[in-house]
């Protein structure tokens, strides 16, 4: 179908969406491990080939995780609503109910209130930090402490018995496989320290791994560093 792809990179994400700008565009956004994004990727197929003017883009949060992070994806399935960059509808969760209501009622036409609007483009994959006005020393110095809390400290969505992203579930499990023993912290839960550590660590995702008060890395380089022993090195110090 010409108006349902799966996104593989951000260029072509922005590529797809910016192609006409009063189009309608449903974001599913989706992981292998979740169940219920099996039930809304077969949803969003049907309502593709019933409405083809509507634009319908598959997104793998885990593998595109800066998409997925400019748009605050906190859980799987969710589906974003746009008219080019202006934002219809959020729906989160297995409401596939809600999402054909919503698809049929954008493809009328009919008059919306948009939730948000931006004339800058959707995605940016070396920008997705958002400055906040919060005064810089008292943040740096919450950060500072809860970097230092404990020798290896996991900052990440959720907890490590309720995570509420891939990465985050994965890389707690990478953790407790080397019998690391760690402490966490729920950006989730404060939106100041989440965007702070994205401008502190250079790092635009989660979850960050810190070991001795300093910035390792996200899942991808811990999983390296498992596998080529730096972890167990890094932990020695």
């Given at each position: 179908m010409?108006?349902?792809?799966?996104?593989t990179?951000?260029?072509?994400?922005?590529?797809?969406?910016?192609?006409d700008?009063?189009?309608?565009?449903?974001?599913n956004?989706?992981?292998?491990?979740?169940?219920?994004?099996?039930?809304m990727?077969?949803?969003?197929?049907?309502?593709?080939?019933?409405?083809?003017?509507?634009?319908?883009?598959?997104?793998?949060?885990?593998?595109?995780?800066?998409?997925?992070?400019?748009?605050?994806?906190?859980?799987?399935?969710?589906?974003?609503?746009?008219?080019?960059h202006?934002l219809?509808q959020?729906?989160?969760?297995?409401?596939?109910p809600?999402?054909?209501?919503?698809?049929a009622?954008?493809?009328?036409?009919?008059?919306?209130?948009?939730?948000?609007?931006?004339?800058?483009?959707?995605v940016?994959?070396?920008?997705?930090?958002?400055?906040?006005?919060?005064?810089?020393e008292?943040?740096?110095?919450r950060?500072?402490?809860?970097?230092?809390?404990?020798q290896v400290?996991?900052?990440?969505?959720?907890?490590?018995?309720a995570?509420?992203?891939?990465?985050s579930?994965?890389?707690?499990g990478?953790?407790?496989?080397?019998?690391?023993?760690?402490?966490?912290?729920?950006?989730?839960?404060?939106?100041?320290?989440?965007?702070?550590?994205?401008?502190?660590?250079?790092w635009?995702?989660?979850?960050?791994?810190?070991i001795?008060?300093?910035?390792?890395g996200?899942l991808?380089?811990?999983?390296?560093?498992?596998?080529?022993?730096?972890?167990?090195?890094?932990?020695a110090?």
């Amino acid at each position: 179908m010409s108006n349902h792809h799966e996104v593989t990179s951000p260029s072509q994400f922005q590529q797809l969406l910016s192609t006409d700008l009063n189009r309608v565009s449903v974001l599913n956004f989706w992981a292998e491990w979740a169940e219920p994004c099996k039930q809304m990727n077969a949803v969003t197929i049907e309502l593709a080939k019933k409405y083809p003017s509507i634009l319908f883009l598959q997104i793998e949060a885990e593998t595109q995780a800066d998409i997925a992070e400019s748009f605050d994806i906190e859980s799987v399935p969710s589906l974003i609503l746009l008219r080019g960059h202006t934002l219809l509808q959020r729906i989160t969760g297995a409401d596939a109910p809600a999402l054909t209501s919503a698809v049929a009622r954008f493809a009328t036409g009919s008059s919306v209130n948009p939730q948000s609007k931006t004339d800058l483009p959707p995605v940016k994959a070396s920008d997705t930090v958002v400055e906040k006005e919060d005064p810089s020393e008292d943040l740096e110095s919450r950060m500072t402490r809860l970097m230092n809390q404990s020798q290896v400290v996991l900052f990440m969505k959720g907890s490590p018995d309720a995570p509420r992203c891939g990465f985050s579930r994965r890389i707690c499990g990478l953790l407790r496989d080397q019998k690391v023993e760690f402490t966490h912290f729920d950006i989730l839960s404060d939106e100041n320290v989440r965007q702070g550590l994205k401008k502190r660590n250079d790092w635009p995702t989660f979850p960050q791994l810190i070991i001795n008060g300093e910035f390792v890395g996200g899942l991808d380089i811990v999983q390296e560093m498992v596998e080529n022993g730096e972890l167990t090195e890094a932990l020695a110090i």
